[in-house]
């Protein structure tokens, strides 16, 4: 009932300027047992497109008033390579009854982000084929042969203005889990941090959440790189998590690595 009346364009949109931004306010979560309830309702208020993000909250709290920030993750898959290093694409290379890409997209399916958008460049035809039935936007990166950074483009491009945040998953990363995917965007919706990455025993990883503010950094990238520049930069407002998932370090070059980390 609240989730109709406040998407309603008489109700909790009414009257509202089309250049506005709107941000509902769930008040009164006061305890941990609140909150699985708040962010179950914020994620069925983000169906509603005009709606930015949902904040979670008790206002009269003298320590923290906001205790999330509920919004929109994107998840974009870099599959555009051609796989020079491996020998033959590595979009349709196997691991276990899946390929890289079809593993990928499960994995970005399976996790809070939406929506998820695949970058294809090289291979185009087959790897069409293998996702045309996932839930998936698919974006041509003509110019894939410039490198990861022109596919880092063309995914963020691709993206609703409703999208607070990305994650970067590369197809060569086949064993992370969506449970890494949720941890980074929990970590987000709780810090609004411009960077959050996973590590594995201390070890950065993959794949990188970055806020929205970023985009315009991002967009400058260029050459056979994605955003591990600002990395560097933001290093010192960036939130890491502690994770059990180890394939967030196992990126796949060469044709042993898909051996040593299947065995």
Request: with cysteine; aromatic share 6%; glycine share 6%.
């Amino acid at each position: 009932m609240i989730v109709a009346v406040m998407c309603h364009r008489d109700g909790g949109l009414k009257n509202i300027p089309t250049q506005a931004r709107v941000v509902p306010l769930l008040n009164k979560v006061e305890t941990p047992a609140d909150l699985p309830v708040a962010q179950e309702l914020a994620t069925r208020l983000l169906a509603c497109d005009r709606i930015e993000a949902v904040a979670i909250g008790a206002v009269q709290s003298t320590d923290r008033p906001i205790t999330a920030v509920v919004s929109r993750t994107a998840a974009i898959i870099l599959a555009a390579g051609g796989s020079s290093r491996f020998g033959s694409p590595k979009q349709l290379a196997r691991w276990g009854q899946q390929t890289f890409l079809e593993r990928a997209v499960d994995v970005a399916l399976a996790s809070q982000a939406k929506p998820v958008i695949v970058v294809l460049g090289a291979e185009i035809d087959q790897s069409q084929a293998l996702l045309k039935d996932k839930p998936v936007e698919l974006v041509i990166n003509e110019n894939w042969a410039n490198g990861q950074s022109s596919s880092m483009k063309a995914g963020l491009a691709a993206l609703p203005p409703n999208v607070s945040s990305v994650v970067f998953q590369l197809v060569d990363l086949p064993g992370i889990s969506p449970d890494t995917i949720d941890a980074l965007i929990q970590r987000y919706r709780a810090t609004l941090a411009p960077v959050v990455w996973p590590e594995f025993e201390g070890r950065r990883g993959n794949p990188v959440l970055f806020d929205r503010s970023l985009f315009p950094e991002l967009m400058q990238v260029k050459g056979d790189t994605g955003g591990k520049s600002l990395l560097v930069t933001y290093q010192d407002q960036a939130e890491r998590i502690s994770v059990g998932d180890q394939g967030i370090l196992f990126d796949i070059d060469w044709a042993e690595d898909l051996e040593k980390y299947s065995t």
